[in-house]
């Protein structure tokens, strides 16, 4: 396929500190959006359950009956598939390349939601959502790994959260799209989304720190030179990456679990662990997969409308993460961000005790569901929605890096599969001023666990980031971990 663009067309991004401007090449810029746009598939699913199980309880619209039982398990199977594909994903990252098992996940994400369009009993819908949730749970680990691979130090930050504003636009497309069409056009509708996507995959390359791994040195060059223009000199930024592989293949290599367990390592995959628990516990796939739920909950006559206004403050919110992220660094926008939807949490749960328990009129406040919600979702934006996945492909050891991101992402979903399907238990036991105080406090913790295990990575390469933990060392596949050479800033 021939690309009829200028390889050597950059984009000038500033980068903080007394650092020079780091020129973004037009094609890690095209690298990184198309593997986002797999992300925007992602968010699309995520999203699906909350506008279509409304419709789909309308026997109009359906020939089956979806009852609140079997309405949890359809939002809920989700998450649970991609913990088994976060587990695949591992092996075929390393074993297939990481180009090729993004780009395998489009074709099952077409005919899984095809699968649900024409469904005509509840079963065909679960298994179009669990051969989604595999998919997702695939694409969420190895989106992260390909950008780490791919980017400069210097934008990373930056273009590393596009995975997660095109997520956002998928939620808010499925939304948006929720107040006019049923379940099935919207399942339709998302067959159409990973279209473009697939057009896109093969249009990049594989990264290099792939091919270095298997020894495919020419093809290491091509990719390289593409990603950082044809008139820049890679011939250094190539010949280290070799070197590092090459040592690191001199030396006995542990077992995958005990590499994992080593004490240098166990740290920073235990801080990944710990930054997906507090961002699945802070309640957000509930709020996402049951947003219209809560809003009828809190008698809003409004609640499709309400949804769609969370959405777009969703979309911006991870823009705005984008534009700061390299300014402010990690560890203040987790800040930021726990304070805010820990507070936002308690005030939620504040309005249904005086609504649900004190039986007092809340008809006066009744604008304050909404403007928690709200701030709760720019919060989440800002820190803990895009953050952990980002600094689970920065600060996860090269050697290491797909078990243990496999093994990260396959907890993120067991986390998530948990929080959804015992969402609506917990509200019956706990009530939801009790669901969503809990929610905040779990979050309160989360601030204390930034503040004393999370390291900053803002402005520094993985070889910096790596060597805080380990010290020096000696990696296989060590592309992930270069360095710019100065004629690539």
């Known amino acids: 396929m021939k690309i009829l663009m200028r390889a050597d067309t950059h984009v000038n991004i500033h980068v903080p500190g007394n650092q020079p401007i780091a020129k973004c090449t037009f094609t890690q810029v095209l690298a990184a959006l198309s593997v986002s746009l797999g992300s925007m598939v992602v ?52 074993y297939l390349g990481r180009k090729n098992t993004i780009l395998g996940t489009a074709p099952p994400f077409i005919a899984a939601w ?51 504003a095109l ?10 799209a929720g107040m006019y069409i049923n379940w099935r056009y919207l399942a339709l509708l998302g067959a159409c989304i990973p279209i473009p996507f697939m057009i896109l995959m093969f249009m990049i390359p594989e ?5 270095i791994s298997k020894g ?23 010949t280290e990456v070799e070197k590092l592989h090459v040592d690191s293949s001199r030396h006995v290599v542990q077992s995958v679990l005990m590499e994992l367990l080593n004490k240098n390592n166990l740290k ?21 997969f049951y947003t219209v739920q809560i809003f009828e909950d809190a008698g809003s006559d409004i609640a499709n409308l309400s949804a769609i206004i969370i959405g777009v403050v969703n979309f911006l919110s991870a823009f705005a993460a984008a534009i700061v992220i390299d300014k402010l660094g990690r560890k203040i926008l987790l800040y930021i961000s726990s304070v805010t939807m820990s507070l936002t949490l308690i005030m939620l749960g504040g309005f249904f005790y005086a609504k649900d328990v004190s039986q007092s009129d809340v008809s006066t406040i009744g604008w304050l569901p909404l403007v928690s919600l709200i701030l709760y979702m720019i919060g989440f934006s800002l820190g803990f929605g895009p953050i952990p996945w980002l600094m689970m492909g920065e600060i996860l050891p090269a050697k290491i890096r797909g078990t243990a991101a496999s093994v990260v992402t396959a907890f993120n979903w067991t986390c998530t599969f948990v929080v959804t399907k015992a969402y609506m238990d917990i509200v019956l036991h706990l009530g939801a001023y009790g669901t969503f105080w809990l929610f905040g406090a779990i979050v309160l913790i989360g601030l204390f666990f930034v503040i004393f295990c999370v390291p900053e990575t803002r402005g520094r390469s993985l070889e910096e980031i790596e060597k805080r933990f380990t010290g020096p060392v000696r990696r296989m596949s060590a592309l992930v971990n270069m360095k710019p050479t100065p004629m690539s800033l």
Request: one cysteine or more; proline letters at 5%.
């Open 268 to 288: 920073p995959f235990m801080i990944s662990v710990g930054l997906m628990f507090f961002q699945q516990f802070s309640g957000i796939n509930a709020v996402v």
């Open 114 to 164: 095809l699968l649900i369009a024409l469904a005509t009993n509840v079963s065909m819908v679960l298994v179009g959502r669990i051969i989604c949730g595999f998919c997702v749970g695939i694409a969420s680990l190895s989106l992260p790994v390909y950008l780490g691979e791919t980017l400069q130090p210097e934008v990373r930050g930056t273009l590393g959260l596009l995975p997660t």
């Open 207 to 211: 990264t290099p720190r792939w091919y």
């Open 216 to 238: 495919r040195t020419k093809n290491a060059r091509k990719a390289l030179q593409w990603l950082r223009g044809q008139d820049t000199d890679i011939t250094e930024e190539l």
């Open 167 to 176: 997520g956002n636009t998928g939620i808010l497309l499925v939304f948006v």
């Open 43 to 94: 968010g699309y699913s995520s999203g699906y359950t909350s506008p279509a199980l409304v419709s789909m309880r309308d026997n109009a619209t359906s020939t089956f009956e979806v009852t609140d039982q079997m309405g949890s398990w359809i939002g809920s199977v989700m998450p649970l598939a991609a913990l088994v594909g976060g587990i695949a994903g591992g092996p075929s990252i390393e």
